[in-house]
């Protein structure tokens, strides 16, 4: 039996676990075996870049902190070596483990994960995986959202300069 001392350390890394896995939206499991100090490194860095909290946990400290917040159907994908990746942002660890999956492929692997609260199989987290980033949605929305305004400029525009009307006089109509 381990002493008081790193009995009491591991119990605070439980409580510390759960405390992060019920904050966040989504979490990523992976297996992490064979990658290099250099791709774990930029991992790591990305992570940092989209708030994600990435950590390699003990199989056995992680099993505790499912069961303390209701996950204990993740218990059969902790073997072997393994890390989480947790966030707020439902998209965020999904799409950059699964980039890492596909760069550092067969040294990489997503095992499963969860999303609010409740465990998801591997499709769902590549369809989130799929889903673009914030600023590119947003992008694209907004195109969208200008494209009828743009199209209706581009014809009064034509229109004018149909009708004889100069170039120059037709542009700030168009705006």
Request: proline share 5%.
């Amino acid at each position: 039996m381990p002493n008081a001392k790193v009995l009491s350390e591991k119990q605070a890394i439980v409580a510390e676990l759960t405390e992060k896995i019920q904050k966040a939206t989504t979490g990523v499991i992976v297996d992490y075996k064979g990658i290099t100090v250099e791709e774990d490194t930029a991992l790591r860095r990305e992570c940092r870049e989209s708030n994600v909290d990435y950590a390699v946990v003990k199989n056995t400290l992680l099993r505790f902190a499912f069961n303390n917040t209701g996950l204990n159907d993740l218990d059969g994908l902790l073997n072997g070596t393994t890390s989480l990746a947790l966030s707020e942002d439902v998209v965020a660890p999904a799409r950059i483990m699964a980039d890492y999956a596909k760069k550092l492929d067969g040294k990489f692997e997503i095992k499963g994960g969860f999303m609010e609260g409740k465990p998801v199989d591997l499709d769902t987290i590549k369809s989130l995986a799929a889903i673009p980033a914030l600023p590119v949605l947003q992008a694209q929305v907004l195109g969208t959202m200008l494209a009828p305004i743009t199209g209706l400029a581009v014809v009064l525009k034509q229109i004018a300069e149909k009708n004889g009307a100069p170039a120059e006089e037709a542009a700030p109509a168009a705006e």
